[in-house]
């Protein structure tokens, strides 16, 4: 009906004047637009007068911050499930210990720290040593074990640590030959890699599109996380893990739902997705320290990849649907599990070429004592 009434109606108007109508239809529509984005810029300029009117800005006409607040209630749950029973890693244990760490190794030292939070984090030390048969984090519990010996063999008497220390020795002793306990580092000699070394490492690591049809062994892949595992992460909680695909179908699979591989994607021979765990945090405060950590961990991980003859491409993540659900899917995430980066991970075509991709001169990156 509607194309019949648009054919009656070309035939009774002339043809300049169908195209005089679509001329006015399309100036319309400007003016329609221009009106929108002036009312948006509106909008906008009066939402930046402060924090509460960009949050209500977002929560009635944008949902691109749900899915992170939903992810940082729901971590902020499973934290609490984890201080009652850790299956894996406690994550309170795990910054507390790291706090008394740095109190140990304070210059001065105080000769009492830790007041506010030792009695939790021997009851904390205590809930995990009941649970250990659960565990495969067996040095978790023997880091967290000397490191409190330590500290009740170094701090002065105060009736809080003295209530914490007799609760402390009244359980199982774990023993051990080598203490896992702040240590100096041998610096006698330089390191075995010097910076000209390093710079060549850098500049060999380039993101890598192109790759042999030849399977990755299992083995470099896990050489490579365990030098990413000692990058630096806040309170040492490490809140990531590496999720591997080298079954070919299953690379298909998830390296097709990233945006930005369409062309490529076909010939890589192993995908690695970095996850980072919101439960590792007691507050909204942390919520962005999954994808520093996360970084660090996974720049590790991609120059160790270059040493075992091995390349990479680090592929963007941006947070947006319909991305972020397949992903939740495909990979079963919980909603406090967020994606960080996917990297490809391949032997190198020795055919194929890398983009130049000219970086910015140190000027432009460095500056010094500038407030």
Known sequence: MVSLAKRAVKSQIPEVGIIKLKQLHSSMNRLVLKFRNFCDELVLQLCIRSPLLSSLYYAFTSPAFRREHHGVIHGKLKYAENLKLAQDSNYLLRRNIHRLEKGLIMQPRRDTFATEYIVETVESY???????????????????????????????????????????????PLCSNNPLVPYKRDLSNPSSVSYDQFLGLCYRRRSVRWYLQKPVLRDLFDQAIAAANLSPSACNRQPFEFRIFD???????????PMGTKGFNHNFPAIVVVVGKLRAYFSERDRHVIYIDGALASMSFMYALETLGLSSCPINWPEMEPQESQMATLLNLEPDERVIMLISVGYPDPDGMVPYSQKKPLHQIRRYNEL
């Open 126 to 172: 205590k809930n995990a040593l009941l649970v250990r048969q659960n565990w495969s984090f067996t040095d978790e519990l023997q880091w967290a074990h000397d490191v409190l010996q330590q500290y009740f063999s170094v701090v002065a008497s105060e009736p809080t640590i003295d209530q914490a220390r007799e609760k402390f020795f009244r359980l199982e």
């Open 247 to 257: 079954e070919p179908e299953l690379v298909q699979k998830v390296s097709s739902v």
